[in-house]
């Protein structure tokens, strides 16, 4: 496999390039290069697009760009992948590593995994409510506005709290009850027995829906929702 391009000659910076740099040199080589601008020479042209999306993707990136300036363009910032890839990135902690000696806590790493301990420990990390989805929304801008820069205002739609129960979800003069199969965690845990040992998995419960509350007298207003 041919060595990449360093990223920073890509982009025409140096290393100590700001983010405004970074993102001044990206708007003028995508414009040079996109395969529309470029019609008698599209597939060379979309080659150097892809190499600069490449660049200018880890770059801009604060943790892909300090991995990348660690270990380099094959680094695991991009898991070696070529070109227009999808440039994931390994993140490492060194913390936790006390319990087993120089192995680490094996209870940490496997409920990293399955969302709950090993040989029969147990997490209090996911008691309570779950948060909900974040406000979201798409609009459409044309690729002029991509590489130059545009402002547009939005209107978005949100849910507010419902005000016949305050957002308790339960009907005036009633409160939620603790769920009695989770205990309130909101979650079930299992307890599997494999060749390593005992190992515990954890899932939203079923019988509140990961609240940890069941409502038994819904509100006559949102029927539950909590919101309006």
């Known amino acids: 496999m041919a060595n990449k391009r ?3 000659e ?3 910076v140096d290393k100590n390039a700001s983010e405004d740099d970074l993102k001044k040199a990206y708007r003028r080589l995508a414009k040079k290069y996109h395969p529309d601008a470029n019609p008698d020479n599209k597939k060379e042209a979309e080659a150097k697009f892809k190499e600069v999306n490449e660049a200018y993707e880890t770059l801009s990136n604060p943790e892909k760009r300090r ?8 680094g695991p910032q991009g898991f070696g992948g070529g070109p227009g890839g999808q440039g994931g990135y390994y993140s490492y902690t060194t913390s936790g590593f006390d319990g087993f000696g120089d192995f680490g806590d094996l209870g940490d790493i496997f409920s990293s995994f399955f969302g709950g301990g090993f040989g029969g420990r147990s997490s209090s990390r996911n008691t309570g409510p779950i948060k909900g989805a974040d406000l979201k929304t798409s609009i459409d801008i044309t690729f002029e506005e991509a590489y130059l820069g545009v402002e547009k205002e939005i209107s978005i ?4 709290t419902c005000t016949h129960c305050h957002g308790s979800g339960a009907r005036p003069g009633t409160s939620p009850e603790t769920c009695t199969v989770c205990g309130g965690t909101g979650v079930v845990k299992q307890v599997q ?3 390593l040992g005992q190992m515990q998995t954890q899932r939203p ?3 509140c829906h990961g609240t940890g509350k069941v409502i038994k007298e819904p509100c006559e207003e949102c029927r539950r929702k909590r919101y309006s």
């Open 157 to 160: 739609s949100r849910n507010e």
């Open 193 to 195: 027995t494999t060749i």
């Open 6 to 8: 360093d990223y920073y």
């Open 67 to 74: 991995m990348y300036d660690q270990f380099g363009p094959d």
């Open 10 to 12: 890509v982009l025409g």
């Open 205 to 207: 419960c079923n019988n």
